[in-house]
């Protein structure tokens, strides 16, 4: 039996990892956890909110999801709107209102709020 989500690992480039502190930590507010002495040597980061987890993993030739993406419910859309250039609003998902917006290296987010 599936019990919960742990996390959702999204790929990024070799050093992009300040951009992805800034974008994840900053920006969407998650706070970044430290990886395990064993993984840490690979780069990336680790981020984590309250009942989400998110994995950025370096990929050599990495290409951005643009269709795959995890989606985060939030409490105030209209905030992360505002603060994300490039926020594309989306009304096509009854009972919600969402947004999708692009992390610093091209992955596809999507940010939901209920109606």
Not at 4 to 9: D, S, T
């Amino acid at each position: 039996m599936i019990r919960a989500l742990h996390h959702v690992q999204l790929a990024a480039p070799a050093g992009s990892e300040p951009l992805l502190r800034e974008f994840y930590a900053g920006v969407l507010g998650l706070e970044e956890v430290p990886k395990p002495p064993e993984l840490a040597g690979r780069g990336g980061a680790w981020f984590r909110g309250e009942g989400v987890e998110v994995h950025l993993g370096i990929e050599n030739g990495f290409r951005p999801a643009r269709k795959a993406h995890p989606a985060f419910l939030v409490d105030d859309i209209d905030a992360y709107a505002a603060r994300i250039p490039g926020a594309v609003p989306d009304d096509l998902f009854p009972g919600f209102r969402r947004i999708y917006v692009s992390d610093p290296v091209g992955n596809r987010i999507e940010l939901l709020q209920f109606a």
